[in-house]
């Protein structure tokens, strides 16, 4: 009974496009697998037991919050629909956030090392353009260039090495 109602689970959220990975390994208990896809990075658990088979229920895990809740049969593809666009924005929210508090902006050689070595992260810095002094930055620092950024703002200043003219800032990191 729980193959077939998890069965017809799936194929209603295959219809509406969502990936489902149906595990019905009896060889693993349950909290073996719900480790397994938690670390495989699986958005969201369904799971249905005996008990849920009377109840008309499943419980739906959420990896991002780590939050479990009952939901009623009838609704799950609502529901995992849904779900599925908070986590997502969720996700984006925290990744945001995270860059936004490890991105520190610097204008001299000096203020860069220090950034480089007591805060990490990622770094703002002009830079003349030169692999020249990419590679000296790198020799003497490690840190690299990362990226330069695509919707990045044309902002004049100096090199944080050579003190040449730059056009924008680049992203250095460790």
């Known amino acids: 009974q729980i193959a077939e109602k998890a069965e017809l689970i799936r194929k209603a959220l295959e219809e509406k496009g969502i990936t489902v990975k149906y595990d019905d390994r009896d060889t693993h208990k349950p909290g073996w697998k719900f480790n397994e896809y938690e670390f495989k990075g699986v958005p969201v658990r369904i ?14 895990a959420r990896r991002d919050t780590l939050e479990k809740f009952t939901c009623k049969q009838s609704r799950i593809v609502n529901h995992v629909e849904q779900l599925l666009e908070q986590i997502q924005s969720n996700l984006f929210k925290k990744a945001s956030l995270f860059k936004e508090k490890n991105t520190h ?70």
């Open 47 to 60: 799971a249905i037991g005996p008990r849920d088979m009377e109840n008309e229920t499943a419980e739906i």
């Open 105 to 174: 902006s610097v204008d001299t050689y000096e203020e860069f090392k220090q950034v480089l070595e007591e805060k990490g992260g990622f770094i703002l810095a002009h830079w003349d353009g030169t692999v020249e002094t990419e590679l000296k930055i790198k020799e003497e620092t490690k840190a690299t260039i990362r990226c330069l950024p695509l919707d990045n703002k044309t902002e004049k200043g100096r090199c944080i090495y050579t003190m040449k003219q730059s056009k924008q800032r680049v992203i250095f990191a460790k």
